[in-house]
């Protein structure tokens, strides 16, 4: 496939009877790459407007979460391409630390050796090898939704050039005293051998137990003759870290013993009692066991009251050396021992079942273990505080509004960002260990430079030590410091001269999931605001919107993951049903930003009603337009040119007021983030309005009869042909530039068979259809809606009088109005046509009641009474026992409801949505009796 790719219609104009979504979809996506359509200039025109697209996990697959984020960001870039803008949108993926090297640790050992065995830099020759043969997986699939993005600026987050701004930041955020390096509590995965960050553990609800324990008094008894306290823990291995234990001041239990000791049983160490205010007294007994070492809460008591900190667990979660007698148990081994221990020396008081919340790594998927640790951290106040103070000012504006509160309150008494992971393959941090200092080895106190490279590490070095000797530090920065910098690093930042940076940065839009505002959101905003990397004088803020959309949900309405096995692969119905059908499905589906969609799926066939749905409008799309290309007589919108507005019909009138107001209201809901919207408005009009309406009234235009057979046709009817071509072929042109963010593939393809467009021309790049105000006709447009509506009860009336497809009736229209009267009286041919109707009367009220009876089917729509006179056209006997049939069955179902209804059993037992479906079935069978009554009188 060439870049010269066009429509897959015959040379005759006409396109293929069925559309082949599979040729359609790969031929344009091919085309597009390869004639660099989506590769912008920064030096080109237009106003720029920019989006990085999320980076997927290198380790990923398509899942149906990509599938929905791509359409949504595609359907906005495409629109605004449309809009003349010059639009980059950048694609890349993570490196995502964690996952990837558990992965490769995994192939490793099933090969019988470990990453130690290998070597560093033998173990990331071997990341990189994989990364260049499985790594790019997502990247391809992510093609086959036809993302309109530059891949020719592909980036990954290890990149040489996003490697160098992340060390630029890194000294930078150093330099200005934001980063640090400390000894803290943190998250600690035992599976993975790395701290992990609070935003990367997830909270588990687990049966477990609460273990009371018998902690004796030092001194022997208190005057009340209490000897021991009882403390309540749900982790026993922990006690043999305990530096203390904690009741509440104002407890009056345990008030005098505060200041006294007790000996920690199975160690033999005397820890004090402390009074804190965290401690609540409701609970168990009260006392609560201190191990600063091995709980936040903890660590923060202990800080308060100077109780030292006691680390018995090693970093792969087995029992360290002080941890005693214990000492090499793996920590739940540990814990049945310790409980078996402190009920076999007379400490065990007794055992409940207690669920509780426990800590998951989200990456390792074992209980995470707070130990102590040495790691780096960002100062994460003082850059919040930049963003809480462009948030005062509108930066940046969250879609829907109701998300900027969860942002903010992210921002608000944040905790310092532990930033080092105790991996291989990611960024190595940038700090060199001056180790000459501290015998050759890494420890606390041994003192290190923060450099960009390891040149300037010595220069910085040697200006203060003498003989040195530098290891660089051997952690590599948590993912998320690396995806912080996205936004720009992606632009060619720290680059002083990166025109990309220069034209396209701040970016316009960041559309995102709500469950990542504070994992990327808030630290894109607080990495930008510490950088500035636009430099003085323009704005920092990575982004100018936040479009927050929702989840995808099961058919089931359950949130999708792999541990609940119900997520679907977009793949199988993309092969099933299009691509572009997919898309439209997906966003059609959005009710509004920010909320989850369902997704219906039928796991024993890969059916989805939903998606089909769309495929079918897909199809109504296709034939609309082979239609026209066998009606237009080998024309193109431009050879045919635009209607004379003196000579266009009713119809042409209303179709192309309608076609004005859906252009200038899709345009305001893609600009908006109303994609959703955009996508049913786009449905209805196309369906309906164009595909059931429109052609349908033209075709008996575009088809004229001569007077007499073998006559040519009249000057008059050619002239009505061409009009009727004209406004077909701008409805149906102008409608695939409106549906092209949405459906990019079928847009472009009909498009080029519609126009005839040259080869490298593409729909993707065209200009927004030009507004024609003077189009615009709101009451002729509820008029014609009246009209439809009046056409479709004649309609419903032929059908109950059982007429024949061609079987000719006089039709009858009785209004007080003189505008809607005007409309029957001019669209009268076109109701003629649509409705085999052999006269056309239009009546006021008092002309109608002048007139002689007649049997007639009647109904009312509006202010409207529509008469099907039935005279010598059925057999009025047979008619009325039809109707007297439906009236006793409609009443025998009125009776059974009424009385389902009318048992309490029924009504005060049966669920609500039962009880309201049985209420709807009797208001309709009532309708439908009385309208069958109605008709029966009608007919005297």
Not at 321 to 346: C, I, P, Q, S, T
Not at 402 to 415: C, P, Q, S
Not at 757 to 766: E, H, I
Request: aromatic share 8%.
């Amino acid at each position: 496939m060439t870049a010269g790719a066009s429509s897959a219609a015959a040379p005759d104009g006409t396109l293929p009877k069925t559309y082949d979504p599979a040729a359609t979809e790969a031929r344009w996506q091919a085309a597009w790459e390869e004639a660099g359509a989506f590769h912008p200039d920064p030096n080109a025109p237009g106003e720029p407007f920019s989006v990085v697209i999320p980076p997927p996990n290198v380790t990923g697959s398509l899942h149906m979460g990509h599938g929905f984020e791509t359409a949504l960001i595609d359907t906005i870039v495409r629109f605004q391409r449309l809009q003349g803008r010059n639009v980059l949108c950048l694609p890349g993926t993570d490196h995502a630390s964690i996952a990837v090297q558990t992965l490769l640790e995994k192939q490793i050992k099933a090969e019988g050796g470990s990453k130690d065995d290998l070597g560093r830099d033998a173990f990331l020759e071997r990341a990189w090898a994989w990364k260049g043969e499985s790594g790019g997986t997502i990247v391809g699939q992510l093609r086959r939704l036809g993302y309109s993005v530059d891949w020719r600026r592909e980036r990954f987050t290890l990149d040489p050039g996003l490697s160098a701004a992340v060390v630029e930041a890194f000294v930078r955020l150093h330099e200005q005293g934001l980063i640090y390096r400390g000894e803290y509590l943190v998250n600690w995965c035992p599976a993975s051998g790395s701290a992990v960050s609070d935003l990367e553990v997830e909270m588990k609800e687990m049966e477990g137990h609460l273990w009371h324990f018998r902690y004796p008094l030092s001194g022997g008894p208190a005057a009340d003759g209490t000897d021991h306290l009882v403390v309540a823990t749900t982790r026993p291995e922990t006690l043999l870290g305990d530096t203390g234990v904690a009741v509440h001041p104002s407890d009056p239990r345990y008030a005098a013993l505060v200041g006294q000791t007790i000996t920690l049983p199975l160690v033999g160490r005397q820890i004090p009692i402390v009074a804190d205010e965290h401690v609540d007294p409701a609970f168990g007994t009260g006392c609560v066991k201190v191990t600063p070492a091995h709980d936040p809460n903890d660590f923060a008591i202990g800080s308060r009251h100077g109780l030292p900190l006691i680390t018995v667990m090693a970093k792969d979660g087995s029992m360290n050396a002080a941890a005693g007698r214990f000492a090499g148990l793996d920590r739940f081994e540990a814990r049945k021992a310790v409980v078996a221990a402190m009920e076999a020396e007379g400490f065990l008081v007794k055992v409940e079942p207690h669920r509780h919340s426990v800590p998951f790594s989200d990456r390792g998927k074992v209980p995470v273990e707070p130990l102590l640790s040495t790691q780096w951290f960002a100062r994460a106040e003082p850059l919040a505080a930049r963003c809480r103070e462009a948030l005062d000012g509108g930066a940046p504006r969250f879609v829907p509004e109701r998300w900027e509160k969860v942002y903010r309150d992210w921002l608000t008494d944040i905790r310092d960002w532990c930033i080092s992971r105790q991996l291989w393959w990611g960024h190595r941090i940038p700090a060199w260990f001056v180790v000459s200092e501290t015998g050759g080895v890494i420890t606390e106190a041994t003192p290190y430079v923060v450099a960009r490279d390891a040149a300037e590490a010595a220069a910085k070095a040697e200006a203060q030590f003498v003989d040195v000797q530098l290891e660089q530090d051997p952690d590599v920065l948590d993912t998320w410091f690396s995806s912080g910098l996205w936004p720009f690093s992606t632009l060619g930042w720290p680059e002083a001269e990166a025109a990309d940076l220069a034209r396209w940065y701040p970016t316009s839009v960041l559309v995102t999931g709500f469950d990542i505002i504070f994992f990327w959101v808030a630290r894109m905003t607080m990495l930008a605001g510490a950088m500035q990397p636009a430099g003085a004088g323009k704005a920092w803020m990575p982004f100018a919107d936040v479009m927050i959309h929702g989840l995808v949900r099961d058919e089931n309405n359950r949130k999708m993951s792999k541990s609940a096995g119900n997520g679907i692969d977009p793949l199988p119905l993309i092969e099933r049903y299009g691509a572009d059908a997919l898309r439209f499905a997906l966003v059609r589906e959005v009710a509004g930003a920010g909320q989850d969609i369902r997704l219906d799926y039928d796991r024993s066939d890969g059916s989805s009603a939903t998606v089909e749905a769309a495929r079918n409008f897909a199809n109504k799309l296709w034939n609309a337009t082979r239609f026209a290309l066998m009606n237009l007589g080998g024309e193109t919108p431009a050879s045919l040119g635009a209607p004379d507005p003196a000579h266009l019909q009713l119809a042409d009138r209303w179709i192309l007021s309608r076609l004005e107001r859906v252009k200038r209201e899709t345009a305001e809901r893609y600009a908006s983030y109303g994609l959703g919207e955009a996508a049913k408005g786009l449905y209805e009009f196309a369906w309906n309005e164009v595909c059931d309406w429109t052609i349908e009234l033209l075709k008996r235009r575009l088809n004229p009869r001569p007077a007499a057979e073998g006559e040519p046709l009249s000057p008059e009817a050619l002239a009505d042909q061409r009009v009727a071509r004209q406004v077909l072929a701008k409805v149906l042109a102008e409608l695939l530039v409106l549906l092209h963010p949405l459906m990019p593939h079928l847009s472009e393809e009909l498009w080029h068979g519609l126009t005839g467009a040259p080869a490298g021309t593409f729909l993707a790049l065209q200009p927004w259809p030009a507004a024609e105000e003077a189009a615009l006709d709101e009451g002729l447009e509820a008029s014609f809606g009246e009209l439809i509506e009046a056409i479709r009860v004649v309609r419903n009336l032929r059908a109950v009088a059982g007429l024949k497809p061609s079987q000719g009736a006089p039709v009858l229209f009785i209004t007080g109005r003189d505008a809607l009267a005007a409309v029957l009286r001019e669209g009268t041919s076109d109701i003629t046509t649509l409705t085999r109707a052999e006269s056309v009367m239009v009546l006021d009220p008092a002309a109608a009641a002048a007139r002689p009876a007649a049997r007639a089917l009647a109904a009312v729509s509006g202010e409207l009474q529509v008469l099907l006179p039935l005279e010598g056209l059925v057999d009025l006997d047979a008619l009325r026992a039809r109707l007297e049939k439906d009236i006793a069955k409609a009443t025998k179902e009125i009776g059974g409801l009424a009385g389902r209804l009318a048992n309490p059993n029924f009504a005060g037992k049966a669920p609500p949505e039962v009880v309201a479906e049985c209420q709807a079935n009797l208001a309709e069978a009532e309708a439908q009796a009385a309208l069958a009554r109605q008709r029966l009188a009608d007919l005297g």
